[in-house]
């Protein structure tokens, strides 16, 4: 999962808004899961105040997330790289 170009959550409710956000992907890595948005031709992780990374160990909660407070209705799940019984960096 590339860290270099992450956005944050105030960052990613404007590109939200602006309606410059193509595709919303969340992406598994051990047990947690982050958000991936595709702005233009490339793809920014969502990080936290403090971390490269925001990071959430529910998939329910990150929905209700995307859905109630983003107001995303549609979106990828990618869960290759998701091993629950492995700690993941978050």
């Known amino acids: 999962m590339s860290e270099a170009k992450g956005i944050t959550e105030a960052t990613l409710r ?28 490339r793809w920014r992780t969502l990080r936290s105040a403090r971390e490269p990374v925001r990071w959430w160990r529910s998939l329910d909660r990150l929905s209700r997330w995307l859905r109630e407070d983003l107001g995303v209705v549609e979106w ?13 960096t978050a």
Do not use: F, K, N
């Not at 992907?25 to 899961?33: F, K, R």
């Not at 990828?76 to 993941?88: F, G, K, L, N, W």
């Open 14 to 41: 404007e590109l939200l808004d602006s309606g410059a956000v193509r595709a919303v992907a969340i992406v598994a890595q051990g047990d947690a899961w982050a958000v991936q948005v595709e702005v233009g031709t």
């Open 76 to 88: 990828s799940v990618d869960a290759r790289q998701y091993a629950p019984a492995q700690r993941s």
